[in-house]
């Protein structure tokens, strides 16, 4: 049987948030379970270009899989590819960007569903590229929001960016001058960004708010300052053994006693039950996600059967 490679556009006909948020709850519901494993990311450095490899086993799919990417000055190159776990032959390659926005977006809404108050209307988003995008789309599904503000260091896509996420999501989005407002009186708060500095003074923050963390997973690079993390009441992390690789936002100010690992929960025990993501109205909670191939290997599963189903995709030669 031919193995499928699957485009962007194959990606984008077959798959969209409301799946992506279904397919990602399974995934750490079965990672809690140990039905599912997941091996951190590894990159390799040659002149002007990094790899970036990533594994997992989804023993519940019947499925094994790797994500791959390559990052250059010209930008990122994503493909997913998966293998059936009796044959191991594999099953599709797949261009892997937008279905690694909607993973990402998705874990977001898992963790917003469990940690962020039920009654929350009011969102504060950094960033206004494809994550923000996904970001928000992904929170609009578990909460029913009423308003966002969105900020930019570049103003004016900010608001193309606030134009086009108000029909999008059918919720008034805002562009914002200020990052101390944008992070003051929200109920979530969404960083999506590319900054290696806090974007905000944690001292901001309302009583009860929930951040959803998603933009660095490097060492050097951090959207939070120690003041949101001394606040924070519950910590959660996608994975905490990726998060001591690559969450800059936690590495140095556990280095520092601001914080400690132990403290920390994987989002598998909080769909588990086995902690709480949120006990009392009044907590800070925080979501920090780093990105996990077990989420892209789900993903790309739904996708090839999907493909099968509506005759997408071309037979790759072997």
């Known amino acids: 049987m031919a193995a499928l ?15 992506s948020i279904l397919i990602t709850h399974k995934v750490f519901k079965e990672l809690a379970s140990g039905r599912a494993i997941n091996v951190p990311r590894q990159r390799v450095r040659a002149p002007g270009i990094m790899l970036h490899t990533m594994s997992a086993a989804n023993e519940y799919l019947n499925y094994v899989g790797w994500k791959a990417y390559t990052t250059t000055k ?4 994503f493909h997913v590819a998966i293998y059936d776990q009796e044959s191991g032959e594999m099953r599709a390659l797949i261009e892997g960007d937008f279905l690694g926005q909607l993973r990402t977006g998705a874990a977001s809404g898992v963790a917003t569903e469990y940690m962020a ?11 206004a590229g494809l994550q923000a995008r996904t970001q928000l789309q992904a929170v609009c599904q578990t909460r029913k929001i009423e308003f966002v503000s969105v900020y930019s260091r ?14 999008l999501c059918d ?12 992070a003051a009186e929200k ?9 290696k500095a806090p974007l905000f003074d944690g001292r901001v923050l309302d009583e009860g708010t929930h951040l959803n963390v998603i933009g660095s997973n490097h060492r050097t690079r951090r959207e939070i300052d120690r003041t949101t993390i001394k606040r924070a009441d519950v910590i959660v992390c996608d994975d ?14 556990v280095e520092e006693g601001i914080t400690d690992w132990r403290l920390m929960h994987n989002l598998s025990e909080i769909v588990a039950e086995r902690q709480t993501g949120r006990a009392t109205d009044d907590q800070v909670t925080l979501f920090k996600s780093v990105g996990l191939a077990v989420e892209d290997v789900a993903m790309a599963v739904k ?5 099968l189903e509506e005759d997408l995709g071309s037979d790759l030669p072997f």
């Open 187 to 195: 109920d979530i708060v969404i960083c999506a960004t590319t900054s």
């Open 154 to 167: 570049d103003h004016e896509k900010c608001t193309r960016f606030a134009a086009e996420m108000t029909e």
């Open 5 to 19: 490679y699957i485009t962007e556009d194959d990606v984008r006909s077959v798959m969209d948030m409301e799946k």
């Open 303 to 307: 996708v090839y059967e999907l493909a």
């Open 74 to 77: 010209e930008g990122a190159q």
């Open 240 to 253: 905490i053994d990726q998060c001591k690789n690559e969450a800059g936002d936690f590495i140095q100010p």
């Open 171 to 182: 919720v008034e989005v805002s562009a914002s001058h200020s990052p101390d407002e944008t």
């Open 117 to 127: 108050r039920p009654d929350s209307k009011v969102v504060g988003l950094f960033g």
